[in-house]
């Protein structure tokens, strides 16, 4: 287990980190879908999925 700081990305940051984890202990599992609420729908976080081969089903965040 590891802290992350308080970053506004800190979150996602950690997610995409514990997917590469699974990924590189796990080679046989393939995640092709990710669900996450609309915290997680930053286009950053939703990009690094898609370049990953996962397919994202996250509510998109709507800027005001």
Same mark, same amino acid.
């Given at each position: %287990? $590891? !802290?992350?700081? &308080?970053?506004?990305?800190?979150?996602?940051? *950690?997610?995409?980190?514990?997917?590469?984890?699974?990924?590189? %202990?796990?080679?046989?599992? *393939?995640?092709?879908?990710? =669900?996450? !609420? $609309?915290? /997680?729908?930053? *286009?950053? /976080? +939703?990009?690094?999925? +898609? &370049?990953?081969?996962?397919?994202?089903?996250? =509510?998109? %965040?709507?800027? %005001?």
């Amino acid at each position: %287990r $590891k !802290d992350s700081l &308080a970053t506004g990305t800190a979150e996602w940051e *950690t997610s995409l980190a514990q997917l590469a984890l699974i990924r590189f %202990r796990h080679p046989s599992i *393939t995640i092709r879908t990710l =669900s996450a !609420d $609309k915290g /997680y729908g930053m *286009t950053e /976080y +939703v990009e690094s999925l +898609v &370049a990953q081969g996962t397919m994202p089903l996250v =509510s998109l %965040r709507r800027r %005001r």
